[in-house]
């Protein structure tokens, strides 16, 4: 069974909530699909609970209330995340997980540390950092075999998303895996 992940960069709210809504039509589980969004468009509603989870100051809140309602404010473990160089963000899914936990205090630290806990390679998740940055949203879906990592992939490309790569355990690319 594969570990894979299958990122994209979402520009827009509109633009994330159609990539998850297309996900969840396809047959992904919304418990296998994360969303990491940046805290500024004013429009969330959010309850946040703080508490320290890493020495460089990191918090994380539970929520108490969906992000703009719908499809992403169904997703899992919604939160909210103060991360020092990147300020913050909102997070559900499992990337909330890799991000309030240990991978914060990691050695790349914050979202990087976290990214890279997921097996992204550190120079894509510097890159989904800076996107992220710049006030864009990054999704991500768990693949359970190839044929799920192109429908996600086909899904992202579809509308439009930007940087779609995949990435699991495995440390052979997918073209190899399959040649």
Known sequence: MSKTQVFCIAKSHAQA???????????????EISILLPETEG??????????????????????GGVTGGVIGLLAGIGALAIPGVGPLIAAGPIMAALSGAAI???????????VGLGIPEIEAKRYEEKLKAGNYLIAVHAHDDDQEDR?????????????????????????ARA
């Open 17 to 31: 909530e159609q990539i998850v809504e297309r996900l969840q039509t396809s047959g992904f589980p919304a418990e």
């Open 43 to 64: 429009k969330h509603d959010i309850g946040h609970v703080k508490a320290t989870k890493a020495p460089e100051g990191a918090t994380t809140g539970a929520a108490t």
């Open 105 to 115: 205090g990691g050695t790349a630290g914050g979202i990087v540390g976290g990214l």
């Open 152 to 176: 996600a992939e086909e899904i992202f490309e579809n509308a439009g998303a930007e940087d779609i790569t995949s990435s699991g355990m495995s440390s052979v690319p997918k073209e190899e």
